[in-house]
């Protein structure tokens, strides 16, 4: 891995995401796709789950963990064998759903986004109670309309970054939804 330590969003998501550290410390992270984000997220946020399909990037995520990292911090990253991708959506369900947090902050940044979105945007419903912040990474993807168009019919509150990457410098756009309106202001 490159010496980074910052996600491969877009730079506004990034400052989005670095002017709400004190806010998102206090959040556990479900993440849909292991890489540079993992990493960036370890050194504050009290619990990461995350699944991959790919081996080489669950073994490098692993391996290019900080050392000495947050010492409340719980990991469980878990690699989703390629012949099972039909259930990597399905994972949020059998891996984050049994825990009850208070609240949740979901990255989708791996395969099947579209379905991703439609169970985090399914657990999210199913846990109104929980302060629960989704993050659909590329959104600018023509197959993901219709399912943004869908979870905001179904109430999500949503903001869009759009701006070039720090990686690659191609223009990218992270949305990101939530049934609390306020949690964008």
Known sequence: MAPTTLPWYNQASIDFLESNKPLLCNYNIFEY???YSTI???HF???ITGVETRMEW???VNASLPKKQNENLRLNLQLISPNLVHNFADSIEELFFCYKFDKSFIIIDSNQRAK???KSTAFALQNQGLNVVIMLDNSERLNLQAPIEGAKNLGFFTKTFSSARPSDGLVSHSTFFCLNE????
């Not at 306020?182 to 202001?185: A, D, E, M, P």
């Open 116 to 118: 991703c979105l439609e």
């Open 40 to 42: 960036y997220y370890s």
């Open 182 to 185: 306020k949690f964008f202001q």
């Open 58 to 60: 669950h073994n490098l």
């Open 33 to 35: 796709g292991l890489g």
């Open 45 to 47: 946020v009290k619990s």
